[in-house]
C-alpha cells in the first residue's frame, strides 16, 4: 500500500509565528507539487495545547514506493534541486523526529478541519488493529480516520502507531476519546492530541 513519512517539526527560536508559518507552508506545498511520488496528506498543528511535542506533524504518502524511497530523496537533496523548496522551510523549522510507517488503511488527504490523534504501542497483528479501528469508525459516522499508520520496524518515534480522525467539532470527542481507556489489546493508547490544520492552530 506504499509508504508513509511523517515529519514532526517544530519552530525554531525566535522565529515569529507569522514567518514560520509562512515559510514551512512554502517548502511543503512546494515539494507536494513538484514531486508527484509524494503527496502531503496531512500538514497539522497541536491546537489548545493538548497533545505531545513535537507541536507540528506533515503526513508523506509515497503509494507507489517503500523504503527505496528514500534512495531518491537521498540523490534529489544531494543534487541541491530541492534547495529553493527547502531552504525557506529549514530556515524557520526543526525537524525533530521523523518516522517511516506502513499505512492499514489508504491515508486520505485532508485540507482543513479539526483532528484527534491517538499515538499508540500495537499489542496485536496489522489484521486486529485495523479491524478494531474500522469497527470504532463504523460507530461514529460523523468522524473520518483520515491515517491509521504503524511504524516499520524501530524506524520512528515511540509509540510507534498512529491513528488521525478528522472530527466534527471538539464537543464530540466525548463520543470517542474515553473508548481506548483500558483497552490493551490489539492497542494500547499511550498519548491522544487535537490538531487543527497547519496555520490554523490555537497556541
Request: glycine residues 10%; aromatic residues 12%.
Amino acid at each position: 500500500m506504499g509508504l508513509v513519512y511523517i515529519e514532526y517539526f517544530s519552530r525554531r527560536p525566535g522565529v515569529g509565528l507569522e514567518e514560520f508559518r509562512a515559510a514551512a507552508a512554502q517548502g511543503q506545498e512546494g515539494w507536494d507539487a513538484a514531486y508527484g511520488e509524494d503527496q502531503l496528506v496531512l500538514s497539522l498543528g497541536r491546537t489548545w495545547r493538548l497533545g505531545p511535542e513535537p507541536e507540528y506533524l506533515a503526513v508523506w504518502y509515497s503509494p507507489k514506493a517503500g523504503l527505496e524511497r528514500l534512495d531518491a530523496w537521498d540523490r534529489i537533496f544531494r543534487s541541491g534541486a530541492a534547495d529553493r523548496m527547502e531552504q525557506p522551510f529549514f530556515r524557520v523549522a526543526r525537524i525533530d523526529a521523523a518516522g517511516c510507517y506502513e499505512p492499514l488503511v489508504e491515508p486520505m488527504r485532508r485540507r482543513d478541519g479539526t483532528y484527534y490523534a491517538e499515538f499508540f504501542c500495537a499489542r496485536g497483528d496489522r489484521e486486529a488493529i485495523r479491524a478494531f479501528y474500522l469497527e470504532r469508525a463504523s460507530r461514529h459516522p460523523g468522524f473520518t480516520l483520515a491515517l491509521l499508520v504503524l511504524r516499520l520496524g524501530k524506524l520512528g518515534p515511540d509509540p510507534g502507531g498512529l491513528a488521525v480522525w478528522a472530527i466534527p467539532d471538539f464537543a464530540s470527542l466525548e463520543q470517542i476519546a474515553r473508548e481506548p481507556e483500558g483497552v490493551q489489546q490489539p492497542v494500547e493508547l499511550v498519548m491522544a492530541g487535537t490538531y487543527a490544520e497547519f496555520g490554523r492552530e490555537i497556541l
